[in-house]
């Protein structure tokens, strides 16, 4: 590997914008994100995925024909 090519990595505090704080390493010092796991509604089962367009009939419908 070269020397003086690569980023600084050092450790680093993530904050998200409900409180959740999580150390890692990274390249930048301090991260502040929106929205993490912890408040998200897909992870936290607060909203569940609905196929309200019909999608998926649609898709077996269509392919059901070639059978």
Do not use: W
């Not at 003086?4 to 990274?26: F, L, N, R, S, W």
């Not at 929106?34 to 897909?42: G, L, V």
Request: hydrophobic share 25%; net charge positive.
């Amino acid at each position: 590997m070269k020397d003086g090519i690569h980023p600084d990595y050092q450790e680093t505090i993530i904050t998200c914008a409900c409180g959740k704080v999580m150390h890692t390493y990274a390249t930048k010092k301090n991260i502040r994100v929106e929205i993490c796991s912890n408040c998200h509604p897909f992870f936290t089962g607060s909203k569940k995925v609905l196929d309200t367009t019909g999608r998926i009939e649609r898709f077996q419908k269509r392919y059901a024909k070639g059978k």
